[in-house]
């Protein structure tokens, strides 16, 4: 989730969407499904305070 957050804040070359869908997928494969819930659920949040659209890079 760090690293996803770091991406979303600093990285605008990088859309949000790609960094969170990176993040869950890491999360369902070292976790479990909920997990990835979870996690998307927190990096969707973050995504809402940052002000760029989220499947662009600008």
């Known amino acids: 989730m760090r690293l996803a957050i770091y991406e979303m804040l600093y990285r605008e070359d990088i859309p949000p969407v790609v960094s ?12 479990t499904q909920d997990s990835g819930k979870f ?3 927190i990096l969707d949040k973050v995504r809402g305070e ?7 890079a600008p």
């Not at 969170?20 to 976790?31: G, L, P, Q, T």
């Not at 940052?50 to 662009?56: K, N, Q, T, V």
């Open 50 to 56: 940052i002000l760029r659209p989220a499947r662009m």
């Open 39 to 41: 996690v998307n659920g």
């Open 20 to 31: 969170i869908n990176e993040a869950v997928d890491i999360a369902k494969k070292f976790s």
